[in-house]
Each structure stands twice: as C-alpha cells, then as structure tokens.
C-alpha cells in the first residue's frame, strides 16, 4: 500500500512537472508572438498612414487572432497545471496521513508495553517490600 501510495505520488509529481514545462514553454512562445505582433502593428501603422489600404482584411487581424487563441490556449495550460499541482499536493496530503497511521499504532503498542512493564516492575517491588 505504501509503495503504491509512493509511486501514485512520483506520477503525479512528474506529470506536475511535464504540464509546467508546457505551460512555461507556451508562455515565452506567446510574449514571443506578442512582441512580434507589437513590431508588425508599428509597421502596418507606419505602412497604413503613408498608403491607404485597399485591402478589405489586414495581416494584424490574423496576428491578432493567432495571439488571442494562443492566449486562450496558455490560460488552459496554467489552469491544466493548477490541476494538476492541487492532485500532487492531494496525493502528497493522503499519503503523509496514511504513514502517520501505522506510526501512531506503532507508538500507541510502546506505550501499551511500557505500561505493562512498568506495573509489572512496580507490582514486583510491592511485594519485595
């Protein structure tokens, strides 16, 4: 049962660590495009005021679109992580309070022998006396 609970816990924990490295690694890919779509709106801003645009659909849309969905997508990738960090922790909760469980039976035996012992020893040097 403990190894189970261990290992349940080190599956967690790498999962944990698997979403946060996509979860940072969609981050800097967004501040990337974020940056590049920055850049471009300065350009089309500059290209629009010299030329007025004929077209009816501007490359910054599509930009602006890639950049909203790869938001959307970062957001479900740390709410994803979040997930998953409340199950390690959960894991790591359940399994600390199952070891504890043996361990305060273990302790609660001692005392139960201590105790015998101790009457025992005491009973004895009652009457030795």
Do not use: C, W
């Amino acid at each position: 049962m403990h190894v189970f609970a261990l290992s349940l816990l080190r599956e967690r924990q790498g999962e944990e660590q698997r979403q946060r490295i996509k979860a940072e690694y969609l981050l800097k890919d967004f501040e990337k495009r974020l940056r590049t779509f920055h850049m471009e709106r300065g350009k089309m801003e500059h290209d629009m005021l010299s030329n007025k645009a004929k077209r009816g659909v501007s490359p910054l849309n599509n930009l602006k679109v890639d950049l909203d969905s790869m938001r959307k997508r970062q957001e479900e990738e740390r709410s994803r992580h979040k997930d998953v960090v409340k199950l390690v922790h959960d894991a790591a909760s359940s399994s600390i309070q199952a070891g504890l469980i043996p361990i305060f039976e273990a302790m609660g035996n001692f005392t139960s022998n201590v105790l015998k012992y101790h009457e025992q020893v005491r009973f004895e040097n009652d009457r030795g006396s």
